[in-house]
Nanobody
Framework: VQLVESGGGLVQPGGSLSLSCAAS????????MGWYRQVPGKQRRELVA????????NYADSVKGRFTISRDNAKNTVYLQMNSLKPEDTAVYYC??????????WGQGTQVTVSS
């Protein structure tokens, strides 16, 4: 199983970024997918948003109304559209896949930096 994130970078406060996570080796359409982030100096990764195989979504309170998670089963890809970015959104963003057998897989992460 391989999850490959892309789309991170440097953006000014108030700006937007779109992250993508391409999955292979997993039955994507039957897998729940999620985005997590880890702030430097903190050991724990926090949930940003997730989406079930059926398309139901869930968001952290800190990103509600600003971030949107979506998936394209034909492309085995999950997306995170991030708008109105704040400096506190700065983190390494990780893609996570949970198979229908409840096995968990992680991508390598992509850096998002929000700074003027």
């Amino acid at each position: 199983v391989q999850l490959v994130e892309s789309g991170g970078g440097l953006v000014q406060p108030g700006g937007s970024l779109s992250l993508s996570c391409a999955a292979s080796g997993i039955i994507f359409s039957r897998s729940a997918m999620g985005w997590y982030r880890q702030v430097p100096g903190k050991q724990r990764r926090e949930l940003v948003a997730d989406i079930t195989s059926g398309g139901s979504t869930n968001y952290a309170d800190s990103v509600k109304g600003r971030f949107t998670i979506s998936r394209d089963n034909a492309k085995n890809t999950v997306y995170l559209q991030m708008n109105s970015l704040k400096p506190e959104d700065t983190a390494v963003y990780y893609c996570k896949g949970t198979s229908f057998l409840r096995n968990e897989y992680w991508g390598q992460g992509t850096q998002v930096t929000v700074s003027s």
